[in-house]
């Protein structure tokens, strides 16, 4: 049986990533699910983008959390990849449930609050989490996921029946990998996946180098910006933790299995970073004997598709559906209307 198609961030090879643009033409595609990510606004509104800043996906320097939905709404969230998503907005949580709705499998990363204690806040968001799927009408399709895994405890406490997914990242090191962006607005080339030419490890370390110095100017992206926007992540994600601390909760994860062993819930979805895959080969078979299913992120390589295909999850999380969808049945073609959106 082929694993399930999940486009992350929707079709965001071609399209600009968390846009609704993005997941129609990930659904027009054919795949099984979507994938995004949902921040709170200064007014407690969920929209859909992945980093606390704009800065990455439009032309102007804004903390999310700190503006809202209406100045948001005023923002070009398309641009940047091309003139033909010009004028897309940063949708609403039920603005992208809408057009997800399409598919049968959504995943809804929920990002920690900005700042938020360890107790009080996260027990308000985790029921925020609730009511919001429960009142979209299709609950029974969103599988909530975060990195944050006491909030996710807390919403199966209040939702047994809420399917949710564990997010983990290979190492303390992929909270600081500079995405495609950063890196060609820091004057490093990429390859077709995105991945510096000259290694991740080099392109981190320019990065904090960059940081350390003054800002970029204002036509490109601020290193120390996205520097601070990942530390924002890391704090937010483990709230009330020293670093001692913090590190100690990342190093119990490098043993998946062990840990999802130790978690005082049962979560349905395991969605690791893929490489965590070669490190342990037998992750995915392991995860599966528990009952539990493997969706490793972001597969978009070649060899790194074939790779995981080999291992058999039930999921495989994706930028480029389109190159999957390929592999998968080698008669594919792209249907018309997910075409004509590309023309």
């Known amino acids: 049986m082929r694993p399930k198609v999940i486009a992350h961030r929707g ?11 993005a997941f129609r033409l990930a659904i027009n595609m054919g795949v099984d699910g979507v994938e995004f990510d949902t921040l709170l606004t200064a007014d407690n509104q969920l929209v859909v983008h992945h980093e606390y800043i704009t800065d990455l996906h439009c032309p102007v320097h804004k903390v999310i959390p700190q503006c809202t939905l209406a100045e948001l709404k005023t923002l070009d969230f ?4 091309g003139e033909k998503w010009a004028g897309e907005q940063i949708p609403t949580l039920a603005e992208a449930l809408d057009v ?40 029974d399709k969103i599988i909530v996921t975060s990195f944050n895994h006491g909030i996710l405890s807390r919403v199966k ?25 950063l890196l060609q607005a820091i004057g490093l080339e990429t390859d077709e996946n995105g991945l510096a030419l000259d290694g991740q490890e080099q392109a981190t370390q320019t990065l904090m180098e960059l940081s350390q110095s003054t800002s970029l100017d204002d036509e490109n992206i601020s290193p120390a910006r996205w520097t601070m926007d990942r530390i924002w992540a890391l704090t937010s994600d483990y709230p009330g933790q020293n670093l001692f601390e913090l590190l ?24 690791c970073q893929y490489n965590t895959c070669f490190r342990d ?23 790194d598709l074939e790779s995981i295909l080999a291992m058999n999850p039930t999921s495989i999380v994706t930028n480029r559906p389109e190159r ?8 594919f073609t792209l249907p018309e209307a997910a075409a004509a959106m590309l023309a």
């Open 324 to 331: 999957l969808l390929q592999m998968l049945d080698p008669s």
């Open 157 to 181: 406490k209040l939702a047994p029946d809420q399917r949710v997914g564990v997010l983990t990242l290979n190492s303390l090191d992929s909270y600081l990998s500079p995405p495609p962006a």
């Open 78 to 81: 398309g641009s940047w990849k």
């Open 11 to 21: 079709a965001s090879h071609l399209a600009p990533e968390n846009t609704l643009s």
């Open 281 to 303: 080969r037998d992750l995915v078979q392991q995860v599966e004997a528990m009952g539990i299913e493997a969706a490793p992120w972001p597969v978009d390589g070649v060899y």
């Open 248 to 271: 100690q909760s990342l190093l119990s994860q490098h043993d998946l299995v062990s840990y999802l062993s130790t978690l005082d819930f049962q979560p349905e979805v395991l969605s």
């Open 100 to 139: 997800c709705s399409a598919v049968d499998h959504i995943q809804v990363e929920f990002k920690s609050p900005l700042g938020a204690n360890a107790t009080t806040d996260q027990d308000a968001f985790a029921q925020r989490i609730v009511e919001e799927v429960e009142s979209s009408g299709i609950a």
